[in-house]
């Protein structure tokens, strides 16, 4: 079986063909890092006319790569949400009409549900898992029991992990997207220069706040008076940020111990699981348990992942009406009922 999927909720326009065998035969990634740049930040309506430019140059691609025609396609997967509205409306539309083209299903996608799928798709890992969902519109924590049975056990109070990468990166001038220039910053500056607070790290939960400490890069933002003191204070954040992810984690594992949930591994994905200094981090907390982690280019947002989740609904026949509607929020394990009228 094979399934083509479609993704353009944020900054990527991607489009990916999986198998039901695991196989990946394309994977066409369209990003926008150059259109948003001068912005230092996404810009919701340059992204949506990006998409409409290059969605079906991506999506035929995709096609040319698998050396497959929509006729070999047995789905079309679509990120119908959360995202976006603007970019969501472009990639749903386009698998909705091809779908409609060509008389096969479409099943409507939940992009944080499909970064929380990714990791079966290059790895064997049975349900339940643990799982860090750390992007950059999300950051909770939860035991993944089925492809829609998400037991959430901690989350963001304010900021998303991903977004206080972006905005130290932009406070500290160093530009977007945040994420990656921080990672490479760490290795250029003195990581243990600034000390840094670790917010909700003495609370037992699993809950997460990243405002405190990006409001306390910026205060020692203030006294840097040299590039290199900057590196420093971007590599004590990065430092700090992976402290904060791996006591986390930790306690996840203590609560699934307590309550005697067998999970099978312990897993981060999103955007942020790209991040090399807090999968080592993880790593070691881990211990016995399986730390699982998608290799980096299905970390960040791909249309292997929609396919992927495509799959796995294909196998359970969770198929979609085309009248699916995009959804701008869409909360993980979330399922839709569309009133008739
Ligand atoms: O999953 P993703 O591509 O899009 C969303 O669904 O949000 O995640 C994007 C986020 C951005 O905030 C970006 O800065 C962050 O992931 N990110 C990283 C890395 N690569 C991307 N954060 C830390 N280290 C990275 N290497
Ligand atoms: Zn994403």
Known sequence: MYILGIESSCDETAAAIVSDRKEILSNVIYSQIEEHKPYNGVVPEVAARAHLEKIDIVVEKALVDANLSLDNIDAIAGTCGPGLIGGVIVGATFAKSLAFAKKIPFIAVNHIEAHALSVRLTE??????????????????????????????????????????????????????????????????????????????????????????????????QKCNSLQNRKDLAASFQKTVAEIMSFKMKQALNFCSNQKIKINAAVISGGVAANLVIRERLKKICGSVPFLVPPVKFCTDNGAMIAWLGVEKFKRNQFNELDFPPRPRWPLGEQIQREKI
């Open 124 to 221: 064997e890992v049975e349900f339940p898992y643990l799982l860090i969902l750390a992007s950059g519109g999300h950051c909770q924590i939860c035991v993944v029991h089925d492809i829609d049975n998400f037991q959430i056990l901690g989350r963001t109070l304010d900021d998303s992990v991903g977004e206080s990468f972006d905005k130290v990166s932009k406070l500290l001038d160093f530009g977007y997207p945040g994420g990656p220039v921080i990672e490479k910053l760490y290795y250029e500056g003195d990581h243990d220069k600034f000390s840094l607070p670790r917010p909700m790290c003495s609370r037992g939960n699993c809950d997460f706040s990243f405002s405190g400490l990006k409001t306390a890069v910026l205060n020692a933002s």
